[in-house]
């Protein structure tokens, strides 16, 4: 459980801050005495909405975000080889896991501009066929990079993966909403 501990981010009603309970004194203490991210951070679940500035605040304090990144530079969606556009769907299934065909259609087409639904649902039936990518949900109607697979893109630190696709999926939340009410449905 200690490798666990030091990855954990806990937030606990304000109301058991100081209650003398098995809760505080074993898992909660754990936590403060091992994680990166800690102390456990209290929140009054009674305020609406609720305040997750702290949370917001400890994460950008543990993961600072390069404030001016220089913008990735691509040509349009027909200029880019079959292989190409294979890898950027694989790389959106792997960053927004679970997503539905519509929410990676919608994603390639807010980066490019033009996709061809038909040819994005063919590289999702391939890479399904394949066993990169397998189905899940209660209609099986979401897509996931199977857990055996080797990923498309190598990171140097275990969490960079999830740091990028915060950092991604909070950009769209703070910029672009109606695309991160799409993303919403199916990115947990």
Known sequence: ???????????????HQATNSFVNYGPLA????????????????TITPVNFAPVQQRLLTIFPTI??????????YDELSPIARLGIVLVIVQLFYPISF?????????IFG????????????????VGYVHRVGDLDDLFSIDSSAKPLLEFKKSDERDR??????D???EHFTELYDLLHTSVP
Request: with cysteine; hydrophobic share 45%; aromatic share 8%.
């Open 1 to 15: 459980m200690t490798s666990i501990c030091t990855k954990l981010l806990v937030v606990n009603n304000i109301a």
């Open 30 to 45: 754990e936590v403060n005495a091992t994680s990166i991210l800690r102390p456990v951070i209290y929140l009054d679940p």
């Open 67 to 76: 404030k001016h990144r220089r913008r990735f530079a691509f040509g349009s």
């Open 102 to 110: 519509d929410d990676i259609f919608s994603v390639v087409n807010s």
């Open 114 to 129: 033009s996709a061809n639904l038909e040819e994005v649902n063919h590289l999702i039936s391939l890479t399904v066929a």
């Open 164 to 169: 990028i696709r915060i950092s991604v999926i």
């Open 171 to 173: 950009f769209y939340r």
